[in-house]
């Protein structure tokens, strides 16, 4: 356990997203970033004479950082067919690691992990960062505080339009099934399934279909027309604990949507609908007098709904885990989840959540 200093931060991957874990990690006197990993030698020390990391701590191999005694925790952002690498080597080597979602490519990787986490556990928090948006955060407290009644059911959205055919976006990693494990359902509705478990309860049974609405993308490289072998569309239905019935659809092929993730609750006398776009506000319809017609009227989200991830982190590696952090059983339970859905999508059957 590391106590009362600076926790050293190796951070694998120095893709896109990377750039927003700097900055967080630039934002709390806790952490520092002390090493990089990236494959990509230009890339890793651009970054690396930006942020003012050793040279002898840019490494172009994982499990070099990993191993690296002077890297007290690990954060990573690398494609998702190496996500199950990168969680194995952190436990060998008992390196706190904070990992992107989808936790792992398949369910069978999460298995094999849950095998070896059981035996040597790790302070290991996974990317599910829309429980830090303060608007989820606070509908999450009005419920449990019985605002809106008994939940009944609940209906969640995450559409983004980057996909649509008029885009004409290439052949990405994001639509090879071999790196990415699937489409908008593992990119997109893993945080629709963590953001009702976040705010809901667990899923007991799902009823599943998805589609892929463009069969085939420009291979940047070769210019060769490639075949897209992952869902673009994924609907499913599911039923959470205390029988709550919820419906959820992704897409990537949403004209007019930008990063639309929401929810939306219905409770016996009242409704709470929020969205990650509107991080400090949340529409609420609740009864005061059923004689009275009541309307949805939006509520400001006070700055103290705010938390950054890597607070949560910081505290998980400190021995001060917050509650609500998502840890390896979250990213476990989401795989399994996204598991279910395809088999349910393949079967066309309703499929139990064990
Ligand atoms: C996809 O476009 C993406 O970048 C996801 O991979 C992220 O998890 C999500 O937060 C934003 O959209």
Redesign the pocket.
């Known amino acids: 356990m590391i106590k009362n200093r600076v926790v050293k931060v190796g951070l694998i991957g120095l893709g896109?997203?990377a750039n927003a874990h700097r900055t967080m990690i630039s934002e709390l006197d806790e952490l520092k970033l002390s090493a990089l990993c990236d494959v990509n030698e230009d890339l890793l020390n651009k970054i690396g004479d930006i942020e003012n990391v050793a040279v002898e701590k840019r490494f172009n191999n994982m499990e070099a950082l990993i191993s690296d005694g002077e890297v007290d925790a690990v954060i990573s952002i690398v494609p998702n067919h190496l996500h199950a690498r990168v969680l194995e080597l952190c436990i060998q080597y008992q390196k706190p690691i904070l990992a992107?979602?989808p936790f792992t490519l398949n369910f069978e990787e999460a298995e094999y992990l849950k095998s070896l986490y059981e035996k040597q556990p790790i302070p290991c928090m996974v990317?599910f960062?829309?429980r830090y948006t303060p608007s989820f955060r606070y509908a999450k407290e009005l419920i449990q505080e019985g605002k809106i009644g008994k939940v009944k059911h609940i209906s969640v959205r995450y559409l983004?339009s980057?996909g649509a055919p008029i885009y004409d976006v290439p052949f990405l990693w994001?639509f090879d099934k071999a790196i990415t494990g699937t489409g908008a359902l593992g990119?997109?509705g893993?945080?629709m399934i963590d953001l009702a478990r976040f705010m809901i309860g667990e899923f007991t049974s799902v009823s599943a279909m998805v589609d892929t609405f463009v069969h085939e993308r420009k291979n940047p490289v070769s210019g060769e027309m490639q075949k897209v072998d992952v869902d673009d569309y994924a609907s499913f239905l599911a039923v959470l604990d205390n029988s709550i019935p919820g419906n959820f659809v992704t897409t990537?092929n949403a004209i007019g949507s930008g990063?639309q993730?929401e929810i939306t609750v219905y409770g016996d006398f009242g409704t709470i609908h929020a969205s990650?776009e509107r991080p400090y506000e949340i529409d609420v319809c609740i009864i005061e007098d059923k004689e009275v017609q009541s309307s949805f009227e939006t509520k400001p989200v006070s700055e103290s709904y705010k938390r950054q991830q890597l607070e949560d982190f910081a505290d998980l590696i400190l021995g001060k885990k917050q509650e609500g952090t998502p840890e390896f059983f979250d990213g476990y339970q989401n795989q399994k989840i996204l598991e279910r859905i395809i088999e349910s999508a393949e079967s066309g059957r309703t499929v139990l959540i064990d």
């Open positions: 896109d997203m992107e979602k990317g960062s829309y983004q980057f994001r990119d997109l893993a945080h990537r990063n993730h990650c």
